[in-house]
């Protein structure tokens, strides 16, 4: 059985990517049992929500003898409050998400490598929740300026913004300075950085599209028989359930983004090398004491 994951060692590209899958192969059942207990409620909420809202739509257009639109343009004004719960849940999903994960790998850490309780990343998740949640919503407002102004600053500013989270529950750290550090840690080692962050979303969408397999079929024969009236309510059910289902996938660039933060602190800080260091004078000590005894 190959040993456990540390997390604060360096790593090359393929470390990387080898031992994000490795960690959630080693950890899936209490990683899973954390994720559900503290996520699923938000995420079976906003399926609920966008099943309603997607049906709605789904009428309206029919009654109006107009074409289909899930636009969130078309969703707000037609549907507005079912719509506005979509977000909320959707909010609530990812923060419950990032934290959870974090959580866990922050009390991984913290105990030596063991696996934690549910109830021990509880008492991490609801004292780091809302903060996240606030600054969550700030950095995807500031992301999304970044694209939009230009496409090239939202690329640049990506890999900074991906350790955030890390930073943020990993060190207790406040927006500015988790924000701060992100840029810091990241000098010098963009490429690289950016480099696995493009690999790791690509599997992640490659597994979230073949989650979504049946909704993608149902409009390809819609759009071939012309028969979108009477499969589009089916669409839009399967759609919102596939979609909330590969949320679960979330938990790879994740897991990845937290290896990629530690071998960027041990690159430029040297930290999981001082105290493994530390360790193994402990070690020594505890044996000499032993050897005393005897």
């Known amino acids: 059985m190959?040993?456990?994951?540390?997390?604060?060692k360096l790593r090359e590209f393929g470390d990387l990517i080898g031992d994000t899958f490795l960690f959630i192969k080693q950890n899936f059942k209490p990683l899973m049992k954390s994720f559900f207990s503290l996520t699923g409620i938000f995420i079976v909420g906003g399926m609920l929500s966008s099943i309603l809202a997607q049906v709605q739509m789904v009428n309206i257009s029919q009654a109006a003898g107009s074409t289909y639109d899930d636009s969130p343009r078309s969703m707000?004004?037609?549907?507005?409050?079912?719509?506005?719960?979509?977000?909320?849940?959707?909010?609530?999903?990812?923060?419950?998400?990032?934290?959870?994960?974090?959580?866990?790998v922050a009390l991984y850490i913290e105990k030596g490598k063991v696996a934690p309780t549910v109830s021990e990343v509880w008492a991490y998740f609801k004292y780091y929740f809302f903060r996240m949640m606030g600054s969550g919503i700030l950095i995807s407002i500031f992301i999304t300026i970044c694209f939009v102004l230009c496409l090239l600053p939202g690329i640049y500013v990506f890999p900074a913004v991906s350790l955030f989270a890390p930073i943020m529950?990993?060190?207790?750290?406040?927006?500015?300075?988790?924000?701060?550090?992100?840029?810091?840690?990241?000098?010098?080692?963009?490429?690289i950085t950016a480099a696995v962050l493009l690999v790791i979303y690509v599997i992640f969408y490659a597994f979230s599209t073949i989650v979504q397999l049946p909704a993608i079929i149902i409009m390809m024969i819609g759009a071939f028989t012309q028969g979108e009236k009477t499969i589009t309510n089916a669409y839009a059910v399967i759609s919102a359930v596939s979609q909330h289902i590969s949320y679960l996938f979330m938990i790879i660039p994740?897991?990845?983004?937290?290896?990629?933060?530690?071998?960027?602190?041990?690159?430029?800080?040297?930290?999981?090398?001082?105290?493994?260091?530390?360790?193994?004078?402990?070690?020594?000590?505890?044996?000499?004491?032993?050897?005393e005894e005897y």
């Open 76 to 104: 707000l004004y037609n549907v507005g409050f079912n719509y506005f719960l979509v977000i909320i849940f959707m909010i609530l999903s990812y923060t419950s998400m990032y934290v959870s994960i974090l959580s866990y």
């Open 169 to 191: 529950i990993l060190e207790n750290g406040s927006f500015s300075h988790s924000f701060d550090r992100s840029f810091k840690l990241l000098k010098n080692e963009w490429w």
């Open 254 to 291: 994740i897991i990845c983004s937290t290896l990629i933060y530690c071998n960027l602190v041990e690159r430029k800080e040297n930290f999981g090398l001082f105290q493994r260091m530390g360790e193994l004078g402990q070690e020594s000590e505890q044996d000499n004491s032993i050897q």
């Open 2 to 8: 190959k040993e456990k994951v540390e997390f604060r």
